[in-house]
């Protein structure tokens, strides 16, 4: 079975400018997390989701959305990319309590 | 909100065992993980624990103290494959999971 697929795998940004990033979860996982990782810190929760449904939210300020589709894949939108925005964003899937996450997508902005 | 602290590094030989702490002071419990995370990787499952006790997975234990808020991850017989990040994280009454810095383990031949 495939694991949890994210895209791209790298991406280059200038400031002001927005971004999105995809996530496909393990087949029959329906809910979706997205995490923040700048470089020598713990993932940073921002969003999970449910059934389409969003279940909770981090401290992120409102440039930062998501979405579920009905397939249950996922995506992070964020708008007004500032430099502090540079980091490894992760996507986790789960179906009971263990998470799995995806490669990452390592946004870095300029 | 959550606060977890666990150490930043350590360091141990190839064979030894290491025992990384870690504590939390959280608004709400629902369970404790360990995760491993090798540096440009993404973070992979270890352990959970959600009542109090050891929890023994081949060469890894973790151990729960809820009314502590205290957790430690045992690494035994340490292979060089283990030098990594490990990352404790706990997870509130809302499923969210909130995350430590993490602990680099180094181990040296």
């Known amino acids: 079975d495939a694991g949890v697929t994210q895209s791209p795998t790298h991406l280059i940004k200038t400031r002001g400018q927005h971004v999105t990033l995809r996530c496909s979860p393990i087949?029959?996982?329906?809910?979706v997390s997205w995490y923040q990782q700048v470089l020598g810190q713990g993932p940073q929760f921002i969003f999970q989701?449910?059934?389409?449904?969003?279940?909770g939210r981090g401290n992120f300020p409102d440039r930062f959305s998501a979405r579920q589709f009905p397939n249950y894949s996922s995506e992070l939108n964020v708008n007004a990319l500032l430099l502090g925005d540079s980091a490894l964003y992760l996507c986790a899937s789960s179906l009971n309590y263990e998470q799995y996450f995806g490669p990452g997508t390592r946004l870095t902005v300029t | 909100g959550q606060n977890i602290d666990q150490p930043t590094e350590m360091t141990a030989t190839e064979g030894a065992i290491v025992q990384i702490n870690c504590t939390y002071q959280t608004s709400g419990f629902n369970g404790l993980f360990w995760y491993q995370q090798h540096a440009g990787e993404a973070p992979t499952f270890l352990s959970y624990n959600v009542l109090d006790g050891l929890e023994e997975k081949g060469r890894f234990s973790s151990f729960l103290s809820r009314s502590k808020g205290y957790s430690y991850l045992l690494l035994k017989e340490l292979q060089m494959k283990d030098s990594a990040s490990y990352l404790c994280?706990?997870?509130?009454?809302?499923?969210?999971?909130?995350f430590g810095a993490g602990t680099t383990v180094t181990v040296r031949a």
């Open positions: 994280a706990v997870r509130d009454n809302d499923y969210k999971l909130s």
């Open positions: 087949s029959g996982h329906k809910s």
């Open positions: 989701y449910y059934e389409k449904e969003e279940r």
